[in-house]
């Protein structure tokens, strides 16, 4: 399997604009994660997903983002209007079954908005 | 809600000293312990996890790690570090139920001299 794929790789944006950033799961893996991460508060959990459904979006910062999950083989965030402090690498993760099986990482989109 | 505290932000070792980052943390129960390691621009690698058992665990690249019910602790050591384990190391948290998501520290940076 190729792992978990993010794209893009790097994304510069104007401020205001919108953003959305993919992720392609490994495949059979029921349970999907964003996290964002930046030098102050380090990796936070922004969403979850298990089977496609949305379990927890209570780190979503604002309105201005948004997550879905159309299909177990791929997921969406959206971030409409951008703004700078948006600037971070967003990490996607995906893993199969519940809690005692580890989070495989995607390589992150790091964002920049100017 | 559990919680992990990485206490030391950033670590310079000697190649071919011996290494241990510290974390702890916050859980009613016994929880699901990992380490992961970063390497710059990249996503997260998993080092090794402690699920019930033993409480040494050993990992990839020679890492090992132990838990310690009673100081709430799953410090990561390695005898001898090379040059190539610089990046950053985090820890995490999954409680024992449910389908719950990691919770990471905010990571310890690795630096290794000559």
């Known amino acids: 399997d190729a792992g978990v794929i993010q794209s893009p790789r790097h994304e510069v944006t104007e401020m205001g604009q919108e953003v959305t950033l993919r992720c392609k799961p490994i495949s059979g893996h029921n349970s999907l994660f964003w996290y964002r991460q930046t030098m102050m508060r380090g990796l936070e959990l922004l969403i979850y997903?298990?089977?496609?459904?949305?379990?927890?979006d209570s780190g979503m910062p604002e309105d201005r983002f948004s997550a879905k999950m159309p299909n177990a083989s791929f997921s969406t965030l959206k971030i409409q209007p951008s703004e700078p402090r948006d600037s971070a690498v967003y990490f996607c993760?995906?893993?199969?079954?519940?809690?005692?099986?580890?989070?495989?990482f995607g390589q992150g989109t790091r964002l920049t908005v100017v | 809600a559990q919680s992990v505290t990485q206490p030391d932000i950033h670590i310079t070792v000697s190649e071919g000293a011996s290494l241990e980052l510290r974390c702890n943390y916050s859980?009613?129960?016994?929880?699901?312990l990992f380490w992961y390691v970063q390497s710059p621009g990249q996503g997260l690698q998993l080092l090794l996890k402690y699920f019930s058992g033993d409480t040494l665990v050993q990992g990839i690249k020679g890492f090992e790690a132990e838990f310690k019910r009673s100081q709430s602790s799953f410090n990561l050591r390695k005898p001898s570090v090379h040059w190539s384990d610089a990046a950053e190391y985090f820890c995490a948290v999954v409680s024992y139920s449910g389908n719950t998501p990691l919770v990471f520290g905010k990571g310890t940076r690795l630096s290794v001299i000559a």
């Open positions: 997903f298990n089977n496609n459904v949305p379990i927890d």
């Open positions: 859980y009613g129960a016994t929880p699901y």
């Open positions: 993760a995906s893993r199969l079954g519940q809690m005692n099986t580890e989070a495989f």
